[in-house]
C-alpha cells in the first residue's frame, strides 16, 4: 500500500531529514512487485532502503517512491563442510550473524555488531576486523526496477570493491534475498589490532560465538550504538591510494599507518582526522566527529541533514588541502542535493 508525505527521519539511525512523497513497506516479494508497479505507471524513481543505517535524508524530502524492504526471513541448507544460509533482503544483519554464529559457521563473526539489514550488507559490502561481506557471497537475488524482472547476481555480476558494490554504483535493482556461503570449519581471523590484543589478553576467540562476542564488546566500546544522538556509523571511507603516494604521506606524516592492498594502500583516515587534523569532536551546528571515533559523525537531535553535509565538505576540504586526498563518503545520501 502507498502512503503519501511520510517522514523518513525515524527510519533512519541519523534521524534527519525530510518525507517521503510515496512510501511503501515490503513484508513479501508481492509488495515489493507491487511498489515498483506503481513507480512505473507513474513514472516515480523508486529508491529501495533496509534499517536506514548508511543513509541520510535531504531536509526537503525524497520526491518519488520510497521502499522499505522489510522482508525478514532467514534458512540455513548445510552440507558437509560448508552452508548455504539465505536471508530476506529484510533481515537485521545482526539475526544472520547471530543464526550462523549459533549453528557454530564460520565467515560472518567478524562482521558482528554492525547494525543494517541484509540487502544493505551487499550494497556497501561491509567490512570490519578484516573480514569482509563478499569473502562469503554466493549470489542475490533482485529485481530490475525499469521493467519489474527478476536477475540473480553472482559474485562476479555483484562487481564488489571496497565498501562498493554494482548495486551501489547502478541503483536500478531491489535486492530480495541473499545467498552466503559459511564454513564449518575455519582458522579464526584475528588479524586486527583491537581484536589480536583482546585475544592477548585472554578473551576467548576460538568459536564463530567467542569471536561474535568479542567484536561485539570492542565494538559497543568506540562506536556510538545505541547513543541518544544519531549516527550512520563511519561516513567517510579509508582511502585507498598508490604506493607513491603512501611513500609521499608517510615521509611527510611520520608515524602515519598503512595497509597495503595488493597494488595499493589503505590509508586510516580516523588516525588522519585525529593525529594530523586534530579533529576529533570538531563541531559545526549541530553535527560533530565523534570523540572516540572520528570517521563517525554524530548529529544532535533536531539537527539538519544540511548541517551533517557542511560538517562533512569541511572535513572533505581539510583532508584535501593538508595531504591532497579527495576522500568518498561512505553514507549514502538519497537525492541529488541535501
Ligand atoms: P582499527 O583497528 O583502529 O584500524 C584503523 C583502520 O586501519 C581501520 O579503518 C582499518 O581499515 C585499518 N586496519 C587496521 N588493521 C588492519 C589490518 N591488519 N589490515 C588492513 N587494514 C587494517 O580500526 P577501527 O577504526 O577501530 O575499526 C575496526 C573495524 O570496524 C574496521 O574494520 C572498520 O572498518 C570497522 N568500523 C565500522 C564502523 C561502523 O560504525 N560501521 C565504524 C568504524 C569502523 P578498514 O576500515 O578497511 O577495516
Known amino acids: 500500500m502507498i ?4 517522514p523518513l527521519a525515524p527510519f533512519t539511525t541519523f534521524r534527519v531529514g525530510g518525507p517521503a512523497r510515496f512510501f511503501a513497506e515490503a513484508h513479501t516479494l508481492s509488495d515489493v512487485d507491487d511498489a515498483i508497479a506503481y513507480s512505473r505507471a507513474h513514472t516515480l524513481q523508486l529508491r529501495p532502503f533496509g534499517a536506514g543505517s548508511n543513509l541520510l535524508i535531504p531536509d526537503d524530502g525524497i520526491p518519488g517512491v520510497v521502499l522499505k ?3 525478514g526471513g532467514i534458512a540455513c541448507e548445510e552440507s558437509g563442510d560448508t552452508a548455504l544460509v539465505t536471508a530476506d533482503a529484510g533481515a537485521a544483519w545482526e539475526e544472520v550473524v547471530d543464526s550462523v554464529t549459533e549453528r557454530e559457521l564460520f565467515g560472518i563473526e567478524n562482521l558482528a555488531g554492525i547494525p543494517g539489514t ?9 567490512g570490519a576486523y578484516g573480514a569482509e561481506l563478499k569473502d562469503v557471497f554466493e549470489y542475490a537475488d533482485a529485481i530490475e526496477i525499469a521493467t519489474g524482472v527478476g536477475r540473480r547476481f553472482d559474485k562476479a555480476a555483484a562487481a ?3 565498501r ?8 536500478g535493482f531491489v535486492i530480495t534475498s541473499v545467498t552466503l556461503r559459511l564454513m564449518r570449519h575455519a582458522a579464526p581471523n584475528l588479524s586486527y589490532p ?12 576460538d568459536t564463530p560465538q567467542d569471536i561474535a562476542h568479542a567484536v561485539r ?3 559497543s566500546a568506540k562506536f556510538p550504538h545505541g547513543i541518544r544522538e544519531g549516527t550512520a556509523g563511519s561516513f567517510f571511507k579509508n582511502p585507498v591510494v598508490s604506493r607513491d603516494i603512501a611513500a609521499a604521506l608517510v615521509l611527510k606524516f611520520p608515524g602515519m599507518p598503512l595497509f597495503p592492498q595488493g597494488e595499493r594502500v589503505k590509508v586510516p583516515l580516523a588516525w588522519v582526522l585525529d593525529q594530523v587534523l586534530s579533529l576529533k569532536g570538531f563541531s559545526m551546528g549541530n553535527a560533530r566527529l565523534y570523540e572516540k571515533h572520528p570517521l563517525i559523525i554524530v548529529a544532535r537531535a533536531g539537527a539538519r541533514a544540511e548541517e551533517i553535509d557542511a560538517l562533512a565538505r569541511e572535513v572533505e576540504q581539510r ?5 591532497g586526498l579527495a576522500i568518498e563518503r561512505e553514507v549514502e545520501t538519497f537525492g541529488a542535493q541535501v
Open 118 to 126: 541484509v540487502g544493505g550488507a551487499v550494497v556497501q559490502n561491509i
Open 217 to 219: 564488546a570492542i565494538r
Open 164 to 171: 562498493d558494490s554494482f548495486f551501489k554504483r547502478h541503483r
Open 319 to 323: 583532508v584535501f588541502a593538508t595531504l
Open 194 to 205: 583491537d581484536l589480536a590484543r583482546a585475544s592477548a589478553a585472554g578473551v576467548p576467540c
Open 3 to 6: 502512503r503519501t508525505d511520510v
Open 160 to 162: 564488489f570493491g571496497y
Open 69 to 71: 524492504v522489510a522482508m
